[in-house]
């Protein structure tokens, strides 16, 4: 049984969720702001986060989405943002900061669920033990490091997961649409800038070892990663 850890500090609106969650056969764990929150993950490693953008005590959901995402032997947990913000920077600020999707209130307990299970399947893949080799550009999903040879690549969590699906899935084009399905999760509503951002932030990464390349633009579609020209 999966664990899903829900930061929300709205009594009625996380007993809502642990209820649907226990239903849908998934064991949850409860916080109600990030200092609880943090023991919590840090004693139960919970496969999933539910975490909401607006905490009490000073600290808001997206700084303790960062911190996680820092931290080397926490930053793999998938982490889905609750918030009643709509607007699109904020959006794309929660997405930035390494959260793997993102659900804006009132949601129905359907689509959260199918959010979750659909985030952790993408989760299960990616962490896959087999070590991934191509020419030289090494991701070890146990690590979630990147290395080039012997020398490790500093690399961020969203470009890591951009990363890691290209290297699995080689030699063939994704649409912009089909980059944020896979890699970010459904339903996310964030324009195509977002993709071409990352995509930037990759090559960048990748150009001083040589490999900036094999991340290509395809005309008219989106984008492929290629040992090809």
Not at 18 to 33: N, P, R
Not at 125 to 140: H, M, Q, R, V
Not at 168 to 195: C, F, K, M, P
Request: charged share 25%.
């Amino acid at each position: 049984m999966e664990t899903i850890l829900v930061v929300e500090d709205e009594v009625a609106i996380r007993d809502m969720i642990v209820t649907a969650l226990d239903l849908a056969g998934f064991h949850c764990l409860e916080a109600g702001d990030v200092s609880q929150a943090h023991h919590l993950v840090v004693d139960n490693r919970p496969s999933l986060i539910l975490l909401d953008w607006m905490l009490p005590n000073g600290v808001s959901g997206i700084d303790f989405c960062r911190r996680l995402k820092k931290d080397d032997t926490l930053n793999e947990i998938p982490i889905i943002m609750l918030t009643a913000k709509g607007e699109e920077d904020n959006k794309i600020q929660g997405l930035d900061a390494g959260a793997d999707d993102y659900i804006t209130k009132p949601f129905s307990t359907r689509e959260l669920i199918s959010r979750i299970k659909a985030v952790l399947r993408r989760s299960n893949a990616l962490t896959s033990e087999k070590l991934i080799n191509i020419n030289g550009l090494i991701l070890d999903p146990v690590a979630q490091r990147v290395r080039a040879g012997d020398t490790f690549i500093d690399i961020g969590p969203t470009e890591y997961r951009l990363l890691a699906f290209f290297m699995t899935h080689t030699e063939r084009a994704y649409t912009r649409s089909q980059l944020l399905d896979h890699v970010w999760g459904g339903n996310v509503y964030v324009e195509d800038r977002t993709i071409d951002v990352h995509i930037r932030r990759l090559r960048k990464i990748l150009e001083p070892y040589g490999f900036q390349d094999y991340v290509q633009t395809v005309r008219g579609t989106g984008y492929r990663f290629s040992t090809q020209s």
